[in-house]
């Protein structure tokens, strides 16, 4: 028996997908990493930076927490604070969806909102870390959790990726990771060069962002790639790189609550359309595991939304509602980048 919430935080099932692609001519497995406790990956980091912060006395009673996110890390962090009572002020932007301002408040956070980008990149998250050290030098006693660069971040997914070696008992052939921070991509990454696994890492990112490419594009899906290129962004651990649209990522969670009833963030729906992009790449008989980060309640107002979706990309809805198969055999999914 486990002893308090954090207790439940990793551990998540590995499941086979039977219905997404029938009759596929390799294996496709769903990491459920929204069954953690906060609902997304981003808990095991969270809970690791501050477990050691505390165990190393970087942190203590009196401490005040301040990191940039607007999404699952943010939620992470606060479940965590909350959890051992520390003081903890997330730094967001004008971005942030409703119900995840909810969540922060309901773990007790206060919520400092930058309501407009960097005047030199253009980006809210290079806006908001400007304001996190701005944060870090007023306020007195405060820590950083620096999750775009402390290591804590990606050695936390060795243990993601030995629980997938493990419950899979087999050789992963192929794993597929959002990109973000890159924490979950460099630790899997670094956990199958060490362990000599033949593992092709395939690194999902959104176009738009600055991890992959420079090509202008507007993205809506919170979560997936980066206005910057984080330090845990790899190279040498990362075997391809497969960009996917915002439309990708809807269609792609839309297919997973069809066929599977799954109900996952819309990052996941990216991973989906990337294996989809890669099918004829991918040797018969292969392994291929897909790690699933967040849960779809936070997307239910954007991905799931007919409204939302008519309104960004007009009418689409035929989009998932012919088999993915189908989709593929008429070239309407994109081709892999």
């Known amino acids: 028996m486990g002893l308090g919430i954090i207790s439940a935080i990793g551990k998540t099932p590995l499941i086979q997908l039977s219905k997404f692609w029938e009759d596929s001519k390799f294996n496709i497995f769903a990491k459920l990493e929204f069954l953690n406790p906060g609902g997304s990956i981003k808990d095991r980091p969270a ?14 009673s009196n401490t005040v927490v301040i990191e940039s996110s607007s999404g699952n890390m943010a939620i992470g962090l606060a479940q965590a604070c909350s959890y051992f009572n520390l003081s903890f002020i997330c730094v967001v932007d004008s971005k942030t969806t409703t119900q995840n301002l909810q969540l922060l408040k309901l773990y007790g956070a206060k919520i400092d909102i930058i309501e407009q980008p960097d005047p030199v990149t253009g980006e809210f998250l290079q806006a908001r870390l400007n ?14 959790p620096n ?16 629980e997938i ?3 899979l008992g087999e050789q992963v052939d192929y794993l597929f990771v959002a990109t973000s921070t890159c924490g979950t991509i460099r630790g899997c990454g670094e956990y199958c060069r060490t362990h000599n696994l033949k593992t092709k890492v395939i690194a999902v ?8 490419g420079n090509e202008q594009a507007e993205r809506l899906i919170p979560g997936l790639g980066a206005g910057i290129k984080p330090e845990h962004c ?21 297919h997973l609550a069809r066929t599977e009833t799954i109900l996952a963030g819309g990052s996941a729906g990216g991973i989906a359309m990337a294996i989809a992009k890669m099918y004829s ?26 409204t939302w979706v008519r309104d960004k990309f007009g009418e689409v ?11 593929h055999s008429n070239s309407l999914v994109m081709s892999s980048s």
């Not at 999750?147 to 993601?160: A, F, R, S």
């Not at 990708?248 to 969670?253: E, F, I, R």
């Open 47 to 60: 809970l690791n930076i501050i477990h050691c912060g505390l165990e190393t006395g970087q942190i203590d």
């Open 131 to 144: 304001r996190v050290k701005t944060l870090c030098n007023l306020i007195p006693n405060s820590f950083w």
């Open 147 to 162: 999750q775009y660069g402390n290591y804590l971040n990606p050695e936390v997914h060795h243990q993601t990726m030995d």
């Open 165 to 167: 070696v493990r419950d």
């Open 205 to 212: 990112d959104a176009l738009g962002s600055k991890i992959s």
């Open 234 to 254: 790899k190279a040498e651990l990362i075997d391809k790189f497969v960009q996917v649209s915002s439309l990708d990522c809807v269609v792609g969670c839309r």
């Open 281 to 306: 790449e991918i040797p018969a008989g292969s392994n291929c595991v897909a790690i699933l980060p967040d849960r779809g309640e936070r997307y239910l107002d954007t991905v799931y939304s007919d």
């Open 317 to 327: 809805d035929n989009l998932w509602k012919q088999p993915i198969k189908v989709l």
